[in-house]
């Protein structure tokens, strides 16, 4: 059986030979699907939200996923503090949505289609698919976080429907199998 236990993980310095903006270039080379997180505030009882392009499962058992999130990020704490968050994935015709939870600041949700799902959270029409969180873990990473959250609902829409909104080369785009 292999050894479990938790070793102590070096951080990385950032290694000068890597320059950011090319790093960002080649890696604009995978093909990302394009999630919306959101939640209610539960301070001011407002919606909130961020768009994220670095969305994967984990562990089927228990269902977990992850998520990475700007250090930055202004958002990522009024979302944390609600205890739950949904996982929207982003259908292609969802591009508008995506852009304005993906900018800094202000009021996200002004102007966006939205409703409150049966657990109670913010969800956009249109998604293929949601999944209701919780934060089970947060790991530095660099400039950004890496979150485990554990899955408690979920639900996806008819097989058939739109296909994904996708990130690639620095543009959005769709796919249809």
């Not at 009882?45 to 990475?68: D, I, Q, R, Y």
């Not at 959270?121 to 969180?133: I, M, N, Q, T």
Request: proline share 7%.
């Amino acid at each position: 059986m292999p050894n479990q236990q938790s070793s102590a993980l070096r951080v990385p310095e950032a290694d000068a030979s890597v320059d950011p903006a090319e790093f960002r270039r080649v890696m604009g080379h995978f093909a990302t699907g394009i999630v919306a997180v959101t939640a209610h505030d539960p301070l001011d009882g407002e919606p909130v939200g961020l768009a994220a392009n670095s969305f994967t499962s984990v562990s089927l058992s228990p269902a977990l996923v992850s998520l990475c999130v700007a250090h930055t990020s202004t958002t990522w704490p009024r979302i944390r503090r609600g205890g739950r968050f949904c996982v929207n994935i982003l259908g292609e015709r969802q591009q508008a949505a995506c852009a304005q939870l993906a900018r800094s600041g202000g009021d996200k949700f002004r102007d966006l289609d939205w409703s409150v799902a049966p657990g109670g959270l913010p969800v956009l029409p249109g998604a293929l698919a949601r999944l209701e969180c919780s934060v089970t873990a947060e790991h530095p990473a660099g400039d950004h976080v890496i979150v485990v959250a554990q899955v408690h609902a979920m639900e996806a829409g008819p097989v058939g429907g739109d296909g994904p909104l996708l990130f690639y080369r620095g543009g959005y785009g769709g796919f249809r199998s």
